[in-house]
């Protein structure tokens, strides 16, 4: 009904204001950017001009205003933090919830299409999404001053998913779906060491301050490999 459009829309409308205001306080960060070039592979990507356009506006990752969309959400796929898809929506939901509109959340999620299309894109970059290999990435390549950082996406990432399997009423991500929930958990095992392997690639590389052909070729497998696995590259 229309009354009811109205009142689901008010609250997306809050919904979606606390999601934007907490991704960006994220990507404003201090020294974000540094954060992003350095857990992601999305520098070597530039250099080896693989894209159809440049991943970076001329004068190098200076900002985030100089980045292109592409390698923004292609670097954070790579390295299983995949941010865009999800970041900001557990403090929504959470806030939502705490602020007593708990029963009108679960009704727009019963009966709006648009809701229940919107939850499910997010639940599935929540299942690409893996903290634990994100977590070697920062180790291994991030600089100790900047980890804090990822311990901020930690949080926001186990939000959101006690969020979500609280609307969709399931006790893991995907259960209403068991095939594609299987499919992605088959894929699991050839996906994972590729991250492994570029993690070791990416800082072979960084401490040489030169791409070997060989290692070039190496790296640019595994990013390849981490995309197909994933089926989706930003």
């Given at each position: ?65 100089s980045l292109r969309a592409i390698p923004w959400v292609f ?127 990416l800082a072979r590389n960084r401490a040489s301050g030169s ?24």
């Open positions: 009904s229309k009354a009811d459009m109205t009142r689901w829309t008010a609250a997306m409308d809050s919904i979606s204001a606390t999601a934007h205001s907490t991704y960006r306080a994220l990507v404003e960060t201090d020294r974000f950017v540094d954060y992003f070039t350095s857990s992601t592979p999305v520098e070597e990507l530039a250099a080896m001009n693989i894209g159809s356009r440049p991943a970076r506006r001329a004068g190098g990752i200076v900002g985030l205003e670097g954070w796929t790579q390295s299983r933090q995949i941010i865009p898809g999800w970041f900001g929506v557990g403090s929504a939901l959470e806030q939502a919830r705490t602020s007593g509109q708990g029963d009108v959340l679960d009704e727009m999620f019963g009966k709006w299409n648009f809701l229940q299309t919107l939850i499910s894109n997010v639940e599935m970059a929540l299942v690409k999404t893996d903290m634990d290999i994100a977590e070697h990435y920062v180790e291994v390549l991030v600089d100790p001053s900047l980890h804090p950082i990822f311990d901020v996406i930690r949080a926001e990432f186990e939000r959101t998913v006690q969020q979500v399997l609280m609307i969709t009423s399931q006790e893991r991500l995907l259960d209403r779906s068991p095939a594609l929930q299987r499919t992605l958990e088959v894929r699991a095992p050839y996906i994972d060491p590729l991250n492994y392997l570029q993690i070791s690639l791409v070997d052909s060989l290692e070039g070729r190496a790296l640019l497998l595994s990013i390849n490999g981490i995309a197909a696995g994933l089926k989706n590259t930003g």
